[in-house]
């Protein structure tokens, strides 16, 4: 199991506000190790169905955004939120 180190700043907002705003309870991550290409996130309803509205990459992401954790593995985001706090 990958232990998992406290968030930035900014990526506990982002997922704070998808959170609040659309719902969103699953989460998936790629290109997140990438020295290049920004990090892609796509974001889940409870029931894992995507969400209309995605964040934009390159716009709402950068480059080595979450890089803690394992490209294309499911997180519920409210646990990553919750695992932040308690650190």
């Known amino acids: 199991m990958i232990n998992i180190q406290d968030l930035?700043?900014?990526e506990y907002r982002f997922l704070k506000y998808y959170l609040d705003k659309f719902k969103?309870?699953?989460m998936r991550v790629f290109n997140n190790k990438h020295p290049l290409?920004?990090?892609r996130v796509d974001l889940y309803t409870i029931y894992k169905r995507r969400?209309?509205?995605?964040?934009?990459?390159d716009s709402l992401t950068y480059s080595n955004m979450?890089?803690?954790?394992e490209e294309?593995?499911?997180?519920f985001i409210p646990d990553l939120l919750n695992k932040n706090?308690?650190?």
């Open 8 to 10: 930035t700043e900014w």
């Open 24 to 26: 969103a309870k699953w």
């Open 37 to 39: 290409l920004a990090t």
């Open 51 to 57: 969400l209309k509205h995605q964040p934009l990459t």
């Open 66 to 69: 979450f890089e803690q954790l």
């Open 72 to 75: 294309g593995k499911w997180y």
């Open 85 to 87: 706090k308690e650190d």
